[in-house]
T-cell receptor, first 110, second 113 residues
């Protein structure tokens, strides 16, 4: 158990819809990272937050957004969903160096 | 950009040492080498990291060449539960303000009985 909690574990929705994925980092970790893993793309870095502020952006689509709240949990919002957004979405947290990953949220868009 | 090159797959007999190579010829002086693994769609798991010196922990050993252009992760006594994709990553610095991880394709290690 990494100490990082992600909900929901599984989510099935339709194209055009909007979903929110939630991440609770390890106690004391200020950084949260979001990654997307689809079958043909591997693990893709999306975005990083540090203590509530956006720190770095990777390959995150404009239809996607994220935020980190004062209690340090983070949410990843995915809108206007397309079939290609079906993937595993991982959250990770860090305090100094190593990243600890949650078990992921599996999103299926039909 | 993952900045590393790994063989796509390797296999190893249970109980033997698994030696996973990684090339990172463009690594810069302040970049660390990190290893993670991912077991069948679970969240990636941290294994070990190093800067210049060889490192060992309860999971594995990391051997970094003197010129730092390559490294080897060693699992001394592989078990079936070590079957996973292993990722070698170079990352700038430490501290939570730096160094998001960029994953490549990794090496699929299969441990057979």
């Amino acid at each position: 158990d990494s100490g990082v909690t992600q909900t929901p574990k599984h989510l099935i929705t339709a194209t055009g819809q909007r979903v929110t994925l939630r991440c609770s980092p390890r106690s004391g970790d200020l950084s949260v990272y979001w990654y997307q893993q689809s079958l043909d793309q591997g693990l893709q870095f999306l975005i990083q937050y540090y203590n509530g502020e956006e720190r770095a952006k990777g390959n995150i689509l404009e239809r996607f957004s994220a935020q980190q709240f004062p209690d340090l949990h983070s949410e990843l919002n995915l809108s206007s969903l397309e079939l290609g957004d079906s993937a595993l979405y991982f959250c990770a947290s860090s305090s100094d160096g190593e990243l600890f990953f949650g078990e992921g949220s599996r999103l299926t868009v039909l | 950009d993952a900045k590393t090159t790994q063989p796509p797959s390797m296999d190893c007999a249970e109980g033997r040492a698994a030696n996973l190579p990684c090339n990172h010829s463009t690594i810069s002086g302040n970049e660390y080498v990190y290893w993670y693994r991912q077991i069948h769609s679970q969240g990636p798991q941290y294994i070990i990291h190093g800067l210049k010196n060889n490192e060992t922990n309860e999971m594995a050993s990391l051997i970094i060449t003197e010129d730092r252009k390559s490294s080897t992760l060693i699992l001394p006594h592989a078990t079936l539960r070590d079957t996973a994709v292993y990722y070698c990553i170079v990352r700038e610095g430490r501290g939570s303000t730096l160094g998001r991880l960029y994953f490549g394709r990794g090496t699929q290690l299969t441990v057979w009985p």
